[in-house]
């Protein structure tokens, strides 16, 4: 069973950054992030397949967002610039299963999510 365990979060000010970074037990195929707000929906935030060499992000954060990966450490990490206080979530990694295509990934694992905050 595939296990995620996401690191980085914290609280910042609006305009500040914040690294987070998702360690998997074994290799990963298409890897994302999400996103949940109190009382809201979870939401996708960024996804990177095998090769690193495809991201793609949700409009809100284009521009402010870059995700990468390290395969040799099966790290996957998010790098959050210019945050806002419309960007306050618990942050959720996770792995989808390698059967599924990177552009219809089925997410099949998920870390337990690492709460970022950002005050105005």
């Known amino acids: 069973q595939m296990q995620l365990v996401e690191s980085g979060g914290g609280m910042v000010q609006a305009g500040g950054s914040l690294r987070l970074s998702c360690t998997a037990s074994?290799?990963?195929?298409?890897m994302g992030w999400f996103r949940q707000a109190p009382g809201k929906e979870r939401l996708f935030v960024a996804k990177?397949?095998?090769?690193?060499?495809?991201?793609y992000y949700t409009d809100s954060v284009k521009g402010r967002f870059t995700i990468s990966r390290e395969n040799a450490k099966n790290t996957v990490d998010l790098q959050m610039n210019s945050l806002r206080p419309e960007d306050t979530s618990v942050y959720f990694c996770?792995?989808?299963?390698?059967?599924?295509?990177?552009?219809?990934?089925?997410?099949?694992?998920w870390g337990q999510g690492t709460q970022v905050t950002v005050s105005s």
């Open positions: 074994g290799h990963t195929d298409t």
């Open positions: 996770a792995a989808a299963d390698p059967t599924s295509r990177y552009w219809e990934p089925d997410w099949r694992y």
């Open positions: 990177i397949s095998r090769d690193g060499i495809l991201t």
